[in-house]
T-cell receptor, first 114, second 111 residues
Framework: DAGITQSPRHKVTETGTPVTLRCHQTENHRYMYWYRQDPGHGLRLIHYSYGVKDTDKGEVSDGYSVSRSKTEDFLLTLESATSSQTSVYFC?????????????FGNGTRLTVT | QKEVEQDPGPLSVPEGAIVSLNCTYSNSAFQYFMWYRQYSRKGPELLMYTYSSGNKEDGRFTAQVDKSSKYISLFIRDSQPSDSATYLCAMSDNYGQNFVFGPGTRLSVLP
């Protein structure tokens, strides 16, 4: 699985609570991404990072924040979870932004907001 | 209209069949194209990636890109039950920052 570990693998939380998902990589890749996957929508980019402390928003960033204090860790925080954030969250990494550096995904975190 | 369209299936074929999976897109600026395979409860796994138009072959898999028609295809020859999965297409005009994914086609290869 390309040296990517996501934790937790499953999480059930209540509306209004903060939640943090963790992505850890052992590949020393520069780029890290958070996607969500929902039926009928495909994978949608939430945030990505192009280096330590360097992050940018994706297509569906509202309600989410990220942090990257070390190359190997990328955290996704739901500041106040809502039912619409029930989804499967995938972390991905790539070595750089070139054509020969494809995305590699972790196995996901299944989040349910009740 | 969604930026990337993909028939959700499910597509059921007998073992040994040739499978054709397709995506259409609307953004003519897309130039990087990928196919991922995703097994249930797993993350997407990269199968093929191509740049611009043309064909690329890797074992039983062939990827085709027709930019004039805004249409990409993945062919699987001699399909196996282990090919049963959801297949996602992805594309980008600026590799590495903003890939757009199709919703996926669920394939079932019957023994």
């Amino acid at each position: 699985d390309a040296g990517i570990t996501q934790s937790p693998r499953h999480k059930v939380t209540e509306t209004g609570t903060p939640v943090t998902l963790r992505c850890h990589q052992t590949e020393n890749h520069r780029y890290m991404y958070w996607y969500r996957q929902d039926p009928g929508h495909g994978l949608r980019l939430i945030h990505y990072s192009y280096g330590v402390k360097d992050t940018d928003k994706g297509e569906v960033s509202d309600g989410y924040s990220v942090s990257r204090s070390k190359t190997e860790d990328f955290l996704l925080t739901l500041e106040s979870a809502t039912s619409s954030q029930t989804s499967v969250y995938f972390c991905a990494i790539s070595e750089d932004s070139s054509y020969n550096s494809p995305l590699h995904f972790g196995n996901g975190t299944r989040l349910t907001v009740t | 209209q969604k930026e990337v369209e993909q028939d959700p299936g499910p597509l059921s074929v007998p073992e040994g069949a040739i499978v054709s999976l397709n995506c259409t897109y609307s953004n003519s600026a897309f130039q990087y194209f990928m196919w991922y395979r995703q097994y249930s409860r797993k993350g997407p796994e990269l199968l093929m990636y191509t740049y611009s138009s043309g064909n690329k072959e890797d074992g039983r898999f062939t990827a085709q890109v027709d930019k004039s028609s805004k249409y990409i295809s993945l062919f699987i020859r001699d399909s196996q039950p282990s090919d049963s999965a959801t297949y996602l297409c992805a594309m980008s005009d600026n590799y590495g920052q903003n890939f757009v994914f199709g919703p996926g086609t669920r394939l079932s290869v019957l023994p």
